[in-house]
């Protein structure tokens, strides 16, 4: 059953403290994705991954970070420097060319208080 | 770089309603275009996409979307929702080329069917 697991699916942090949310998917795809959604604000892309070791920042990385050890898993850490930590992320794959769409888990809910 | 805009931020509709969506996209070259479907407790999953050909695209559910490049838009329909249609769906856009390209989404439209 091939696809995209995240976890875990809540998860509650107190502020100051970093958490590594895990992403790991089967589907053999090339290409990773982290995005953080809030109400009224879409998806906004956090880092993306094409190939192993390799990683670029996209449009709100600060206070986060990533690793691309192996090609199924793409794991991100909210470090205590983010500012408004508190989200729904989502963890998405794609074959990698543009025209095919993107994967996405069932998401993790974080809560940093 | 792109951006794209869904006007309507929440809809709703009695069933048997048709549904319109509206999507507007920025950028000065070829396009791929998307849009996604979050279910209440569900996975985001693709509805329907265009890359090329006939710009009218069919997608899953009775949905379809317009490609109109003059007008840089994508709107989503549906002849006649169902109950089973409320969710939230997003349009998102990707430059046109071979390999990677940042897709970019739209902030959301949310539409509850009311039966």
């Known amino acids: 059953d091939g696809g995209i697991t995240q976890s875990p699916k809540y998860l509650f942090r107190k502020e100051g403290q970093n958490v590594t949310l895990s992403c790991e998917q089967n589907l053999n795809h090339d290409a990773m994705y982290w995005y953080r959604q809030d109400p009224g604000q879409g998806l906004r892309l956090i880092y993306y991954?094409?190939?192993?070791?390799?990683?670029q920042k996209g449009d709100i990385a600060e206070g986060y970070s990533v690793s691309r050890e192996k090609k199924e898993s793409f794991p991100l850490t909210v470090t205590s420097a983010q500012k408004n930590p508190t989200a729904f992320y989502l963890c998405?794959?794609?074959?990698?060319?543009?025209?095919?769409?993107?994967?996405f888990g069932p998401g993790t809910r974080l809560t940093v208080t | 770089a792109q951006s794209v805009s869904q006007h309507n931020h929440h809809v709703i509709l009695s069933e048997a309603a048709s549904l319109e969506l509206g999507c507007n996209y920025s950028y000065g070259g070829t396009v791929n275009l998307f849009w996604y479907v979050q279910y209440p407790g569900q996975h985001l999953q693709l509805l329907l996409k265009y890359f090329s050909g006939d710009p009218l695209v069919k997608g899953i559910k009775g949905f379809e979307a317009e490609f109109i490049k003059s007008k840089f838009s994508f709107n989503l329909r549906k002849p006649s929702v169902q109950w089973s249609d409320t969710a939230e769906y997003f349009c998102?856009?990707?430059?046109?080329?071979?390999?990677?390209?940042?897709?970019?989404f739209g902030t959301g439209t949310k539409l509850q069917v009311i039966p």
């Open positions: 998405a794959s794609s074959p990698g060319r543009s025209e095919y769409e993107q994967y």
């Open positions: 998102a856009v990707n430059p046109s080329s071979g390999g990677y390209q940042k897709v970019t």
């Open positions: 991954s094409q190939i192993v070791n390799d990683f």
